[in-house]
């Protein structure tokens, strides 16, 4: 990877509601022992409502598709703390082009941070790194009881629209 292209604009401190200090910053390849430890931190609950399935285990193909990208066409930023002198990433926004002018949105955050206020804040932050990367419309499949993240892209001004399957709901903004 060639670091002149990593997108360092999009490095930042966050607080969340309880004052911890987190930094969000795009995914890199080196990346990858920290994603199958998040992984590991995961509930088989956020990995089913995140994927739409369960994921068995992570392999090395699968950690370089996940850390390994083509900035111009997709972007996940992690959200890292530092504990006990380590960085550990807690949470992944991800913005994957299904098209040139279409993306899919999607977000996974560690169960021991949920509700404090993280999944606001990268849904935001992706939605930002979207429209700077040209897309006109972006796109989530939530599940229908997952209603922190609905009440979030509700917030954010997504509209909703059921599936056949009534278990899940696609989401759709329009960036322009």
Excluded: C
């Excluded at 392999?59 to 930023?77: C, F, G, H, S």
């Excluded at 040139?100 to 996974?108: G, N, S, W």
């Excluded at 930002?128 to 499949?141: C, N, P, Q, V, Y």
């Excluded at 997504?158 to 278990?167: A, G, I, L, M």
């Amino acid at each position: 990877m060639d670091l002149r292209t990593y997108p360092v604009k999009y490095i930042r401190p966050v607080y969340l509601k309880d004052k911890t200090l987190v930094q969000l910053r795009p995914i890199h390849p080196v990346d990858g022992h920290q994603a199958t430890k998040f992984k590991a931190s995961l509930s088989l609950e956020s990995i089913y409502s995140r994927f739409h399935g369960y994921i068995p285990a992570i392999n090395e193909q699968i950690v370089k598709r996940l850390t390994e990208l083509d900035y111009r066409t997709e972007m996940a930023i992690v959200a890292e703390v530092i504990e006990e002198e380590e960085k550990q990433i807690i949470a992944v926004g991800r913005v994957a082009a299904e098209n040139e002018k279409r993306a899919e949105l999607a977000v996974i955050i560690a169960d021991q941070w949920q509700g404090k206020g993280l999944g606001s804040i990268l849904v935001n932050f992706v939605i930002k790194i979207s429209r700077d990367m040209g897309f006109e419309e972006l796109s989530a499949s939530v599940f229908s009881r997952n209603i922190q993240m609905l009440e979030i892209l509700r917030h954010e001004g997504f509209s909703f629209f059921n599936n056949e399957d009534k278990t899940s709901i696609s989401a759709h903004l329009k960036l322009a």
